[in-house]
């Protein structure tokens, strides 16, 4: 398993709790940053694609653009992606499952960040194996779900 972190993660250490979670575990999984896209690849392709990969924000976008580069993956899951949107079509294509979750609403300031970064939406809705709009969630509580993967 890899997880992805958005630009503003090391600051708020919300991928580093996931990212904990599974290691208190003892599962395999690595951490990259948004701008590690090159080297998430090379880990991808290490493992012939079977892999789940975790992005969040920033982190959720360069996963997805990976993917749609021809990254095959079992599982990913964009957690409020935001940011330059990857081809959605390739992304599914490549994907054997896609979950993508959007935080709708403001509950803190990583929700201010998302919005100041470019926001998805639900433009990846038709794409998505699923979309789910979390209305009454966080980034945090996103996250914490995430934990079930």
Known sequence: MAIVGGAADDMTGA???LYDYYKKQGRPVVHFTHDQ?????????SHGG????IGHSWGASTAAKVVA?????????TLDPVGNKPDFSMVRENASIWHN??????????DVIAIMGGHWGN???SYATIHANLPNSNHMDVLRYGGGY
């Not at 896209?37 to 392709?45: F, K, P």
């Not at 079977?50 to 990969?53: D, E, G, K, L, P």
């Not at 979750?101 to 990583?110: D, Q």
Request: a neutral charge; charged letters at 10%.
């Open 15 to 17: 991928t580093k709790s």
């Open 37 to 45: 896209g090159a080297a998430l690849s090379v880990w991808i392709e």
């Open 50 to 53: 079977n892999v789940v990969v």
């Open 69 to 77: 580069n021809g990254c095959k993956v079992d599982t990913l899951v």
């Open 101 to 110: 979750y959007n935080v709708m609403g403001v509950h803190n300031y990583t």
């Open 123 to 125: 433009a990846p809705s």
